[in-house]
């Protein structure tokens, strides 16, 4: 059964940093592209940044350009998204997908590309 699990939310200040991890169990990642979306109260679903199964491409949405990095490791089947620069507009769930069907990254890097799905991590960014 494949399944996503994601950690490393938590609370940080305004400036600070946080490792996010998508952990897969039950398939292997090599051959799924990941992405990282993101839902705060009140707003829709977005996608934050996506990685294509080889990790030579990646995706970032405008707003996280530069603070946020994504990368992975297939052989321990996890994929980390690195957050520095953290803002109180970070402020989320966090959630990692998983598709094989994804072709280009920086072309489908939305949520409905995506059928499998971890539960979230909570990312807080407050003082």
């Known amino acids: 059964q494949l399944q996503l699990v994601e950690s490393g939310g938590g609370l940080v200040q305004p400036g600070g940093s946080l490792r996010l991890s998508c952990a897969a169990s039950?398939?292997?990642?090599?051959?799924?592209?990941i992405g990282w979306f993101r839902q705060a109260p009140g707003k829709e679903r977005e996608g934050v940044s996506c990685i294509s199964s080889s990790g030579g491409s990646t995706n970032y949405a405008d707003s996280v350009k530069g603070r946020f990095t994504i990368s992975r490791d297939n052989a321990k089947n996890t994929v980390y998204l690195q957050m520095n620069s953290l803002k109180p507009e970070d402020t989320a769930i966090y959630y990692c997908?998983?598709?094989?069907?994804?072709?280009?990254?920086?072309?489908?890097?939305?949520?409905?590309?995506?059928?499998?799905w971890g539960q979230g991590t909570q990312v807080t960014v407050s003082s």
């Open positions: 039950g398939f292997t990642l090599d051959y799924y592209a």
């Open positions: 997908a998983a598709d094989e069907r994804i072709t280009t990254v920086q072309a489908m890097c939305a949520w409905p590309y995506f059928g499998s």
